[in-house]
């Protein structure tokens, strides 16, 4: 068994699967039970002045019959009063006193408001304040949320302000809404937080209703955007922590956000730079109980790797990303169709065919059956048909290590000596 | 289904016996079924498909909830698609080819086109149009599945068309043959519907030969297309044949299909002759509608056997048993002339014959006897002769002689498809789905003469 | 659609003209792909010859681009 427990910027937690800030950790009754079932540590639904929510909240996309691949909401934070919270809060930290609770923060940006809570709620015990800059609906139109998270001097101010007075550690959680995710982090960072946390919700109209052609969802026939999660936004959560986590001058511990659904997915983010993770849509979609199987996935995995510990994970790949400019153009990668695997759907051919490099065959075996062959010559070596590919291990991507590295950016600086006219240089 | 053995039959547990078996696919399962289908692109299951419906086309629409234009798809390559989704032996043609065979299970193609079918016959809803009028007359003898297809697409390509149907009823074997458990008659009658409402004219109770003369038909048509499929059962050729409660097996479908359940057979010990799927469908009828015990008997084995071998695992989770290697001899009466037993002699494979399967020779004194009170007769099916010589057509031995590019009969005028031509042989069963195939492209033939 | 035949053709002019002696003196890349500078210098380091090829597939401009980078490795 190896040890599960990480600790982000001194928050010790037994296993990095955390409750996001969001409806499961909305009470004392529901971090209790997900702690019991599991889970490392909650961030505790967002507290500031209780709001009052919509009915009809949440909407989901089905794709190709598989439900909630992608899941959208336009709730806001939470709608109890601080003191039941903070009360809840010390009644389960006193129950689960190794499992972290982070409280999430979100209130006007002025800093008396700022000071005021993160007084509060320190005094009744957490691990450590989530600063919430990111839920892009609702809040923001009330300058919370993604309204500030948007501009980097006011992340930088408002972190600073908690930070004037916070003792435990500041995470502060970052908005997808933005052009450049590093330049709020590096504002974050500068302002004195802790750690990062990332992704918050991304902005989304979830459908139209092509029967009543009201938007999904809809109050009283009238609807407003709300915030993306789940499976389908991860490789857009991924991309984000990895540029934090590579980027030099943004060297705070990340919580990494953002449609993770099962060990997998956890350890790409921890390879990618983060030492814990927060999930949100999976636990909405199947309950807390499926932890279960994240926690026995990842310590599988470890084990199988000869890790001790998860927290050996953490970056281990940010190194091998890079801007495209340092990718090797002599590195060739081409498909091959193995013939005993292969079922004969021809969806490899006609994607090829018709969207690529028109280089599979289709051929006539000595006994007149039907097989497919790449003309590997041809193959830019774009991964599409074994993308489409049904099944496993029909379609091999066959590396061709190259004798020459050249880079884009190497074949640049050459080509700058080589302008015409100039002196000889090979 | 309740059984004579089990229970008490009542004529509400007959009636409930012969329901269709199997059950439509639930909206849901539908859709997550067809969210498995690969979608392959020249794919094996349309290839094997006879009438080359876009499988994986109509799959798709299921998927995304355009029951409309599934239906269209099934039903413009196959006119009675949604009979073929319930009778067609799928594991033998389109679900057998589906590349998931290989890796994991074939995409229940069947169920999804009954799905889809079912939609169109829940909605009136027109699917297809007349062509514009050519002005050239086509009779069609004969209304079952060969001469509906060919005659919905005659009527797409603009001509007038007529169908002469001997029965009551047009659709053939579909309306009258197929026992009801698989296809309940609505669904062959709807099809029927579906020709008529693009303005075929379908007169009834018609049998050329009898009520109007194949002459008339050359004379008022500029082509006549014939489809009137195969005959009756034929004798055994054995004594006692005419006793009460001997049977033609296709007759005794079809008075399932067409009388109010008899009560008749509860109770009763039945032989069927024969092991084809027709023999199938008589010996499940029998248990269906009551008898106690349902033996079929064959001259050959198990492997010589030419019903599906889905058909046969069905027959046995019905109850029926098989007698392999029996052939009778003589149906022995009792003084009222009803059957009371059945004689039979044990045979043995012997030297292969033509057909390359081993011919069956009796063993010596081997002969026994069998109590039983009804025997079905489920040995093939006879040809029109008589009708075939009224046309004045060649043939051999009641199997049409035909040009298979121009679907042109002996003579120029007349054209034939379905059972008529390919019908049933000892090699194996006609289909309903070759039949619409073979009405399909006789239409064409047809069109292709007269536009010229 | 046969690109890759594009590149071999064009490879092969390349290896031929580096095969007589020529020398890739300047590159000119634009819309149209690539101008290729091929000189031929004799010993008393003169320019003797100018060949200018048009390379148009990727592998090839990429190719010949690498032959250079190959040179200046080794001579690292
Ligand atoms: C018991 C049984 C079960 C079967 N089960 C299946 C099955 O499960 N799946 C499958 O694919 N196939 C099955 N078949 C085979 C299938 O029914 C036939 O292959 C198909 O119906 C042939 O179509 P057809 O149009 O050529 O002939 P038919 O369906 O036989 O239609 C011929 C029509 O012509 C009419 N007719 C005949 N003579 C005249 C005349 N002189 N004048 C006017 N009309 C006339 C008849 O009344 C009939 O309506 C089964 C057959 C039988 C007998
Ligand atoms: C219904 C709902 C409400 C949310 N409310 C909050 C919130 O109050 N504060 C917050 O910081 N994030 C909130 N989030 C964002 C989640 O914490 C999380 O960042 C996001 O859902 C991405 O993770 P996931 O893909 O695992 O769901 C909410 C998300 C959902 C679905
Ligand atoms: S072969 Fe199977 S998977 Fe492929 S299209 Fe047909 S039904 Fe779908």
Same mark, same amino acid.
């Given at each position: 068994?190896?040890?599960?427990?990480?600790?982000?910027?001194?928050?010790?937690?037994?296993?990095?699967?955390?409750?996001?800030?969001?409806?499961?950790?909305?009470?004392?009754?529901?971090?209790?039970?997900?702690?019991?079932?599991?889970?490392?540590?909650?961030?505790?639904?967002?507290?500031?002045?209780?709001?009052?929510?919509?009915?009809?909240?949440?909407?989901?996309?089905?794709?190709?019959?598989?439900?909630?691949?992608?899941?959208?909401?336009?709730?806001?934070?939470?709608?109890?009063?601080?003191?039941?919270?903070?009360?809840?809060?010390?009644?389960?930290?006193?129950?689960?006193?190794?499992?972290?609770? $982070?409280?999430?923060?979100?209130?006007?940006?002025?800093?008396?408001?700022?000071?005021?809570?993160?007084?509060?709620?320190?005094?009744?015990?957490?691990?450590?304040?989530?600063?919430?800059?990111?839920?892009?609906?609702?809040?923001?139109?009330?300058?919370?949320?993604?309204?500030?998270?948007?501009?980097?001097?006011?992340?930088?101010?408002?972190?600073?302000?908690?930070?004037?007075?916070?003792?435990?550690?500041?995470?502060?959680?970052?908005?997808?809404?933005?052009?450049?995710?590093?330049?709020?982090?590096?504002?974050?960072?500068?302002?004195?937080?802790?750690?990062?946390?990332?992704?918050?919700?991304?902005?989304?109209?979830?459908?139209?209703?092509?029967?009543?052609?009201?938007?999904?969802?809809?109050?009283?026939?009238?609807?407003?955007?709300?915030?993306?999660?789940?499976?389908?936004?991860?490789?857009?959560?991924?991309?984000?922590?990895?540029?934090?986590?590579?980027? +030099?001058?943004?060297?705070?511990?990340?919580?990494?956000?953002?449609?993770?659904?099962?060990?997998?997915?956890?350890?790409?983010?921890?390879?990618?730079?983060?030492?814990?993770?927060?999930?949100?849509?999976?636990?909405?979609?199947?309950?807390?109980?499926?932890?279960?199987?994240?926690?026995?996935?990842?310590?599988?995995?470890?084990?199988?790797?000869?890790?001790?510990?998860?927290?050996?994970?953490?970056?281990?790949?940010?190194?091998?990303?890079?801007?495209?400019?340092?990718?090797?153009?002599?590195?060739? $990668?081409?498909?091959?169709?193995?013939?005993?695997?292969?079922?004969?759907?021809?969806?490899?051919?006609?994607?090829?065919?018709?969207?690529?490099?028109?280089?599979?065959?289709?051929?006539?075996?000595?006994?007149?059956?039907?097989?497919?062959?790449?003309?590997?010559?041809?193959?830019?070596?774009?991964?599409?048909?074994?993308?489409?590919?049904?099944?496993?291990?029909?379609?091999?991507?066959?590396?061709?290590?190259?004798?020459?590295?050249?880079?884009?950016?190497?074949?640049?600086?050459?080509?700058?000596?080589?302008?015409?006219?100039?002196?000889?240089?090979? | 289904?309740?059984?004579?053995?089990?229970?008490?039959?009542?004529?509400?547990?007959?009636?409930?016996?012969?329901?269709?078996?199997?059950?439509?696919?639930?909206?849901?399962?539908?859709?997550?079924?067809?969210?498995?289908?690969?979608?392959?692109?020249?794919?094996?299951?349309?290839?094997?498909?006879?009438?080359?419906?876009?499988?994986?086309?109509?799959?798709?629409?299921?998927?995304?909830?355009?029951?409309?234009?599934?239906?269209?798809?099934?039903?413009?390559?196959?006119?009675?698609?949604?009979?073929?989704?319930?009778?067609?032996?799928?594991?033998?043609?389109?679900?057998?080819?589906?590349?998931?065979?290989?890796?994991?299970? +074939?995409?229940?193609?069947?169920?999804?086109?009954?799905?889809?079918?079912?939609?169109?016959?829940?909605?009136?809803?027109?699917?297809?149009?007349? &062509?514009?009028?050519?002005?050239?007359?086509?009779?069609?003898?004969?209304?079952? +599945?060969? &001469?509906?297809?060919?005659?919905?697409?005659?009527?797409?390509?603009?001509?007038?068309?007529?169908?002469?149907?001997?029965?009551?009823?047009?659709?053939?074997?579909?309306?009258?043959?197929?026992?009801?458990?698989?296809?309940?008659?609505?669904?062959?009658?709807?099809?029927?519907?579906?020709?008529?409402?693009?303005?075929?004219?379908?007169?009834?109770?018609?049998?050329?030969?009898?009520?109007?003369? +194949?002459?008339?038909?050359?004379?008022?048509?500029?082509?006549?297309?014939?489809?009137?499929?195969?005959?009756?059962?034929?004798?055994?050729?054995?004594?006692?044949?005419?006793?009460?409660?001997?049977?033609?097996?296709?007759?005794?479908?079809?008075?399932?299909?067409?009388?109010?359940?008899?009560?008749?057979?509860?109770?009763?010990?039945?032989?069927?002759?024969?092991?084809?799927?027709?023999?199938?469908?008589?010996?499940?009828?029998?248990?269906?509608?009551?008898?106690?015990?349902?033996?079929?008997?064959?001259?050959?084995?198990?492997?010589?056997?030419?019903?599906?071998?889905?058909?046969?695992?069905?027959?046995?989770?019905?109850?029926?048993?098989?007698?392999?290697?029996?052939?009778?001899?003589?149906?022995?009466?009792?003084?009222?002339?009803?059957?009371?037993?059945?004689?039979?002699?044990?045979?043995?494979?012997?030297?292969?014959?033509?057909?390359?399967?081993?011919?069956?020779?009796?063993?010596?004194?081997?002969?026994?006897?069998?109590?039983?009170?009804?025997?079905?007769?489920?040995?093939?099916?006879?040809?029109?002769?008589?009708?075939?010589?009224?046309?004045?057509?060649?043939?051999?031995?009641? $199997?049409?002689?035909?040009?298979?590019?121009?679907?042109?009969?002996?003579?120029?005028?007349?054209?034939?498809?379905?059972?008529?031509?390919?019908?049933?042989?000892?090699?194996?069963?006609?289909?309903?789905?070759?039949?619409?195939?073979?009405?399909?492209?006789?239409?064409?033939?047809?069109?292709?003469?007269?536009?010229? | 659609?046969?690109?890759?035949?594009?590149?071999?053709?064009?490879?092969?002019?390349?290896?031929?003209?580096?095969?007589?002696?020529?020398?890739?003196?300047?590159?000119?890349?634009?819309?149209?792909?690539?101008?290729?500078?091929?000189?031929?210098?004799?010993?008393?380091?003169?320019?003797?010859?100018?060949?200018?090829?048009?390379?148009?597939?990727?592998?090839?401009?990429?190719?010949?681009?690498?032959?250079?980078?190959?040179?200046?490795?080794?001579?690292?």
């Amino acid at each position: 068994m190896a040890d599960l427990s990480v600790n982000l910027a001194g928050i010790k937690s037994p296993n990095p699967f955390w409750l996001a800030s969001a409806p499961p950790t909305n009470s004392g009754y529901q971090v209790q039970r997900a702690f019991e079932a599991g889970w490392g540590g909650a961030v505790w639904k967002t507290l500031g002045d209780p709001v009052i929510n919509v009915s009809s909240r949440f909407s989901a996309s089905t794709f190709n019959g598989q439900k909630v691949a992608g899941f959208n909401n336009i709730e806001l934070i939470t709608d109890r009063p601080l003191e039941v919270n903070l009360k809840e809060i010390y009644e389960t930290k006193k129950k689960f006193p190794n499992h972290a609770i $982070v409280a999430s923060l979100m209130v006007e940006p002025k800093q008396e408001k700022w000071h005021e809570i993160v007084k509060k709620v320190e005094a009744i015990g957490v691990d450590g304040l989530e600063l919430n800059f990111g839920c892009p609906h609702g809040m923001a139109e009330r300058g919370m949320g993604s309204a500030s998270g948007q501009v980097p001097e006011l992340v930088e101010k408002q972190t600073h302000w908690v930070k004037e007075v916070a003792e435990t550690p500041v995470i502060v959680k970052l908005t997808p809404n933005i052009t450049d995710v590093t330049a709020t982090a590096y504002a974050a960072v500068q302002g004195g937080a802790d750690s990062i946390s990332l992704i918050n919700t991304i902005n989304s109209l979830m459908g139209v209703d092509i029967h009543s052609w009201n938007t999904i969802p809809h109050v009283s026939g009238k609807g407003t955007h709300g915030g993306y999660c789940g499976p389908a936004v991860k490789p857009i959560a991924l991309n984000m922590v990895a540029e934090c986590a590579r980027h +030099p001058e943004i060297n705070v511990p990340i919580s990494g956000i953002g449609g993770i659904s099962n060990w997998q997915d956890a350890i790409e983010f921890m390879l990618m730079g983060s030492t814990n993770v927060q999930v949100c849509t999976a636990a909405m979609h199947h309950g807390f109980r499926i932890v279960e199987d994240m926690i026995d996935g990842l310590n599988n995995y470890l084990d199988e790797k000869g890790l001790a510990r998860a927290m050996d994970l953490v970056g281990q790949t940010v190194s091998k990303y890079q801007n495209w400019g340092d990718l090797d153009l002599n590195y060739k $990668v081409a498909a091959r169709i193995n013939p005993d695997k292969c079922i004969n759907c021809n969806k490899c051919y006609i994607s090829c065919e018709d969207t690529s490099h028109q280089c599979i065959d289709r051929l006539l075996d000595a006994n007149g059956k039907s097989y497919l062959k790449v003309r590997e010559d041809d193959c830019v070596g774009c991964n599409l048909c074994s993308i489409v590919c049904p099944v496993d291990g029909a379609i091999d991507m066959i590396e061709y290590p190259s004798e020459v590295e050249m880079t884009w950016n190497e074949r640049q600086s050459l080509l700058g000596k080589m302008t015409i006219g100039e002196e000889t240089v090979s | 289904m309740k059984s004579a053995e089990s229970e008490q039959l009542t004529a509400v547990d007959l009636k409930r016996n012969f329901f269709e078996v199997k059950e439509d696919m639930k909206p849901k399962e539908a859709i997550d079924e067809a969210n498995r289908c690969l979608y392959c692109y020249d794919a094996p299951c349309m290839n094997a498909c006879p009438t080359g419906i876009d499988v994986p086309s109509f799959i798709k629409k299921i998927a995304t909830g355009n029951l409309k234009g599934s239906a269209r798809d099934i039903l413009d390559a196959n006119p009675v698609g949604a009979t073929c989704s319930r009778v067609c032996p799928t594991s033998e043609l389109c679900e057998g080819a589906c590349v998931l065979n290989d890796v994991s299970m +074939p995409i229940r193609i069947g169920d999804l086109q009954r799905h889809a079918t079912n939609w169109a016959m829940e909605h009136e809803v027109d699917l297809f149009e007349p &062509g514009v009028p050519k002005n050239t007359k086509v009779a069609i003898v004969g209304g079952g +599945p060969a &001469g509906l297809s060919a005659a919905r697409e005659l009527r797409r390509l603009g001509h007038e068309v007529t169908i002469f149907e001997a029965k009551e009823k047009a659709g053939g074997l579909d309306t009258y043959g197929i026992v009801s458990f698989r296809l309940p008659q609505s669904v062959s009658l709807w099809e029927v519907e579906q020709v008529e409402k693009l303005g075929v004219d379908i007169r009834t109770n018609c049998t050329v030969g009898k009520d109007i003369s +194949p002459e008339t038909l050359k004379n008022d048509f500029d082509a006549v297309l014939v489809t009137v499929g195969m005959g009756q059962v034929p004798k055994l050729g054995i004594e006692g044949e005419d006793l009460t409660g001997v049977y033609d097996a296709i007759q005794f479908v079809e008075n399932t299909k067409t009388k109010a359940l008899t009560e008749q057979f509860i109770g009763k010990r039945a032989v069927v002759i024969g092991a084809g799927n027709t023999a199938i469908d008589a010996a499940t009828c029998l248990i269906r509608s009551g008898a106690r015990n349902v033996k079929i008997i064959y001259r050959r084995t198990e492997e010589e056997m030419t019903a599906y071998p889905f058909e046969f695992e069905f027959a046995k989770q019905d109850g029926v048993e098989f007698r392999w290697l029996t052939q009778p001899t003589k149906i022995i009466g009792d003084e009222s002339g009803h059957v009371r037993q059945l004689e039979c002699v044990q045979m043995m494979l012997g030297q292969p014959d033509q057909s390359g399967r081993r011919r069956p020779v009796p063993i010596e004194d081997s002969s026994f006897l069998m109590d039983v009170d009804i025997v079905v007769r489920a040995i093939g099916q006879s040809r029109h002769l008589d009708l075939l010589n009224a046309f004045g057509l060649n043939h051999d031995s009641g $199997v049409l002689q035909l040009n298979a590019d121009t679907y042109q009969t002996s003579s120029a005028q007349i054209f034939a498809a379905g059972d008529v031509v390919y019908g049933s042989t000892e090699y194996g069963d006609a289909m309903v789905v070759s039949a619409a195939e073979q009405g399909k492209r006789a239409a064409y033939a047809i069109d292709k003469k007269l536009s010229c | 659609m046969h690109e890759h035949q594009l590149f071999m053709e064009e490879k092969e002019r390349i290896d031929n003209l580096v095969e007589q002696g020529y020398k890739i003196t300047g590159i000119e890349e634009n819309l149209s792909g690539a101008y290729v500078h091929f000189d031929y210098i004799d010993h008393d380091n003169r320019n003797v010859e100018t060949q200018i090829l048009h390379v148009l597939s990727a592998d090839a401009r990429k190719y010949f681009t690498t032959l250079l980078v190959a040179k200046e490795k080794r001579f690292d």
